[in-house]
């Protein structure tokens, strides 16, 4: 497998929300791409491109995630393609279903209130059968809806709901959930610190397989949708490796690792020390690592970024 590292400077904060606001909707739709966007955490629109047509905007305005909103594509019990936005208020997130090929997108096909959603700042949204999965930060809380029930929420995992714990990640792999849960017991802190982050296995009733501790602390999984990717059998995780710094400071302990799913092992592959050593004449690396795509062809592209007193750069 291949690394290749950007190296590219930008200061455009837009771009990079843009860039981390993408989400593909290969497992719902191969032809799809959506993009959710606005100013800061928040994202009051999205828009999508559908084939080879040219790019919609602002297919639904008035998304009510003034704190963050999310887009994820899936497919219902049917196989039909099916598009979920949460949004996020400092409450319960309101999310709204539709149907990305017979809508006009003025009314979702279905919403799940506040009522029957009891997930506070959903970061991933996934199904699997007739259950959609969501996992929200502020409480590490994981809820299942059943599908063929009206989306009826029937189970929820909050063991780990102490508020130092926070669910970034989830996915599916044969036939279980995964889900990467990071810790902090202050994340606007720089002295608090954050302890390694973990990986969950979960069955489809929400009951805990298995669980391992990664090498990784601290993932932008609300900011990055390539913070975690799974390919095969593998899930590749890209951290800060601890506090978010806006002083232009990198964590020496940012990196890549890999995680396979099958044996529940981990090794890192890069991390911000090995930048250091390899290239020398940078002085000034103000970058962790935030996401990261792979190809067909096994070639894996990294972003970094960082964040100082004039903004935010990449690379």
Known sequence: MKLKLFLRRSAAIAAILIMACLAFAAAASADILYTASGSGYGNDRFGMIKGTGAPVRDLVTNLGGANGSGVFAYRDPSGASRVAVSQYTYNKDIIWIYDPYNTDWKAPLKEIGRNTNPVYNIRKMTASG???YAIGYDYAQVARFDMTKGYNCDKTFEAL?????HGE?????????????????DAWSPTAGYSPSKLVKFDKELKIVSSIDLNSRNID????????VLNGHTLYVASLGGFQHTDGAPNDNSMVEAVDLDAMTSRILVQNKDVYAKYPEITKWIYDFRSLCILPDGTVYVQNGGWNTKGADSA
Do not use: E, H
């Open 130 to 132: 007739d259950y959609l």
């Open 169 to 185: 990640y989830m996915t599916v792999y044969k036939d279980c959930l995964y889900a990467v849960f990071t810790y902090s017991k």
């Open 161 to 165: 709901n102490d508020k130092c714990w």
């Open 221 to 228: 999984g609300g900011g990055c949708n390539g913070a975690c």
